[in-house]
Every structure is written in C-alpha cells, then in structure tokens.
C-alpha cells in the first residue's frame, strides 16, 4: 500500500494528497513554465479549431493528461455550453441561463492524438430538484448521446467513491485544474467538496500555482473542475457561479445518486440494452489517514 503525496494543509497535522502532480513546495508539472503558453490545452484554438480542427499543446503543463472527456466544442454554440462525458454515451451540463444544449447539438470529442470523435445530442434531463435556491442549486443536467464514443479513444471522468474522506477529509488545499471557455487549464485549490456545491479557492499568495490562477468569467459556466489522481481527471463540479472569483458549483460527489438515476432513465427511456452509471476512482491502493 502507498501512501498519497503529503501536501500543506490548515487543520491536518499529517494531510494526504492523491496527485502525485502536485508536491507540497514542488508543484513539478507547474516548474519552468511560462502562463503563457503552458495554460491553453490547444494550440490556435479559436483560429483553428471551428469545430473540426484541433491540436493539442504539448507546452500545457497538463499535456499528457487524459482530458479527453471535456468537449472542447459544440455545434450550437462554439466554445461556451461545456459538457463534460461522464459515461460513454452521458455528458453532464449545467442548467441556468440556459446552458444545456438543445436537442441535435453535435459535440465534439478530441482524442490524445488530436483525432475528431463528434456524437449528437438525443435527449438531456434536470437534476430533479433544480432549482431549490435562489443560486441555483443543484445546477445540473445529464444529456445522452445518439452512441458511446470509442472508448479506446476518449475516456470519461470518474468521481470521487463514498468513502473519499477516508483519503482527503474534505479535500481543502488539494491542487485542481480548473477549465474556462477559452479551453485553458487553470490551476487553483480546493476550498471544500462538500455534499451540496464545490468551491475552488485562490492558491495562497506565494504559490507557484498563482501564477497560473485566473478567476472565472461569464460565459465559463459549465465547464468542469477536476483533481488529478494518477493521471486520471476525477470531476468534483462544473461551473455555475464565481464571476472574477475561483468558482463554485454543484457536488458531483454529492449528488451521484440523483446523476445515476437519470442515466438509468434517459438509457431506458431510448431503449439501450445497458445502462451507464458513474465510475468511481479505486482509492483502495492508496493508505487511509489517522482518524482524527
């Protein structure tokens, strides 16, 4: 058994950190690269892309990260509307101010080796109790695809098992890549998981990961914030809220149960002979930290 990566942490005498990306005073991934060119995921993104052309930054400094599952493009509006896979044939949206793509919207996948993989948008269903609050909780939609995508190509994101707190409490001060529509990698810390939202906090002045810090702007809604757990994306919210701030949004760990049901749903209601369900991150490899 090994133990996860050390990490500064406020309230744990021995905290524990599942990214072997991120070292507490290292942060290697982040070392000798320029913002500049070491954030966009693509090159040339909005002259190139268009929908049908994309090339990925080998300069990113999460470049050889599987981040396949993050749509970097629709049919219905470009480069805003995010979507993040969360099966084979389920993506996850948000909901407000109409940020859930219609019907027929062709989204894009891109694979390691910049290949093209698109699916159309069947059907998509609210989280059963949008909106509770006046900040629209709990913000998501689940969409099916008219297929699964080619899973030896594009990899979905999994989340967090129940017992996540065993490894990481409540995973505050763990580094996390934080996506915006201009397909950037932008780096920030987890504030808290949570059962209800997820926030993402600014890196403390001083840090390595401030320089690669921006705070979230209209049109960022949607898109996805993840932890790194080797080398796979492990998705903890996307985006509903934080104009000029870290940003905030619904719990995927939270809300699993409700996600999974309408997977079941919108997979029964089409007549697929399986139904997808979230996949949990295997954590069991990892030591558990000292009961408080």
């Not at 990306?21 to 942060?27: I, L, M, R, T």
Request: glycine letters at 8%.
């Amino acid at each position: 058994m090994s133990s996860l990566r050390p990490i500064e942490h406020p309230t744990d005498a021995t905290p524990q950190n599942p990214s072997p990306d991120f070292e507490s005073g290292g942060d290697p991934r982040l070392a000798g690269k320029n913002p500049a060119t070491a954030l966009p995921i693509f090159e040339n993104y909005f002259s190139n892309s268009g929908g049908t052309v994309f090339t990925r930054n080998t300069n990113c400094w999460a470049y050889g990260i599987d981040l396949t599952c993050a749509s970097p493009w629709n049919s219905y509006s470009g480069n805003t509307r995010a979507g993040t896979l969360i099966s084979p044939r389920h993506v996850l949206f948000v909901i407000h101010s109409g940020y859930t793509p219609p019907t027929n919207t062709v989204m894009t996948f891109v694979d390691m080796q910049n290949n093209v993989i698109t699916r159309r948008l069947i059907d998509s269903m609210n989280h059963p109790l949008y909106p509770i609050s006046a900040f629209d909780y709990p913000d998501l939609a689940i969409g099916l695809l008219d297929s699964d995508v080619p899973t030896n190509q594009i990899h979905h994101a999994k989340v967090l098992p129940d017992n996540y707190g065993d490894y990481i409490r409540d995973g505050k001060k763990l580094p996390c890549i934080r996506f915006n529509q201009k397909e950037e990698a932008w780096v920030g810390d987890v504030s808290s998981i949570g059962s209800v939202l997820t926030h993402a906090a600014m890196p403390p002045d001083g840090s390595l990961r401030r320089d690669f810090y921006e705070g979230l702007d209209i049109g960022d809604s949607g898109n996805p914030m993840f932890i790194i757990i080797n080398d796979q994306p492990v998705l903890l919210t996307i985006w509903t809220g934080g104009k000029g701030a870290p940003g905030n949004g619904t719990s995927v760990t939270g809300h699993k149960e409700h996600i999974n049901t309408a997977m079941s749903l919108l997979d029964a209601k089409h007549g697929n002979a399986t139904t997808c369900q979230l996949e949990e991150i295997d954590l069991s490899g990892f030591t558990t930290l000292p009961e408080q």
